[in-house]
């Protein structure tokens, strides 16, 4: 157990809807990082927080969007959804923004129908 | 574009017999680099190399660096079932102050009684 947790773990959804996922980082650690992993693309690294502000963006589309909170907890928002983005969503995080040893939460597995 | 590229994609051995996992990359601004261990969900952390020549060991797992050649060796000796799973290579980058994980696709591994 990593210390980081996830939810939900499993969402099914259609098409064109909104899901949100949420991630707690491991106690202390101020970087929380979003990845999508689908078996065609392996692991993406998709956005990163620092202690409430975006640090650095990857391969995230903007129909996605994520947020850190005061708490630190984040949610990362996936909208007008479509079937190619049917996969885990993982949530990491690091104590400081430069990390780089990340701890990986359990995942959140999508399936948009 | 950063590339982290695993070979070979799926191994299957025999328990007891040795591995060599291997990983190499082609990215700028690197950082470190970082084995993970994956089996039915999350990604595990196992080790982050830095500098070249210097061999980090837990265990039966061992792994080395070498930034002139830009790759990285994972070896795994007297298998056992439950090292079973993907073995994921990544190597971080510099983004900023932040530092972003560029991910392998990663190594299947099947240790067979």
């Known amino acids: 157990d990593s210390g980081v947790t996830q939810t939900p773990k499993h969402l099914i959804t259609a098409t064109g809807q909104r899901v949100t996922l949420r991630c707690s980082p491991r106690s202390g650690d101020l970087s929380v990082y979003w990845y999508q992993q689908s078996l065609d693309q392996g692991l993406q690294f998709l956005i990163q927080y620092y202690n409430g502000e975006e640090r650095a963006k990857g391969n995230i589309l903007e129909r996605f969007s994520a947020q850190q909170f005061p708490d630190l907890h984040s949610e990362l928002n996936l909208s007008s959804l479509e079937l190619g983005d049917s996969a885990l969503y993982f949530c990491a995080s690091s104590v400081g923004q430069g990390g780089p040893e990340q701890y990986f939460g359990p995942g959140t597995r999508l399936t948009v129908t | 574009e950063d590339k982290v590229v695993q070979s070979p994609l799926s191994l299957v051995v025999h328990e007891g017999d040795t591995v060599t996992l291997n990983c190499s990359y082609e990215?700028?601004?690197?950082?470190?680099l970082l084995w993970y261990k994956q089996e039915k969900k999350a990604p595990t952390f196992l080790f982050m190399l830095?500098?070249?020549?210097i061999e980090k060991k837990s265990g039966r797992l061992s792994s080395i660096l070498d930034k002139k050649e830009l790759f990285s060796i994972l070896n795994i000796t007297a298998t056992q079932t439950g090292d079973s799973a993907v073995y994921l290579c990544?190597?971080?980058?510099?983004?900023?102050?932040?530092?972003?994980?560029?991910f392998g696709s990663g190594t299947q591994l099947t240790v067979l009684p």
């Open positions: 990215v700028t601004n690197f950082r470190s």
């Open positions: 990544a190597v971080a980058v510099s983004a900023g102050s932040a530092r972003q994980l560029t």
């Open positions: 830095t500098s070249s020549g």
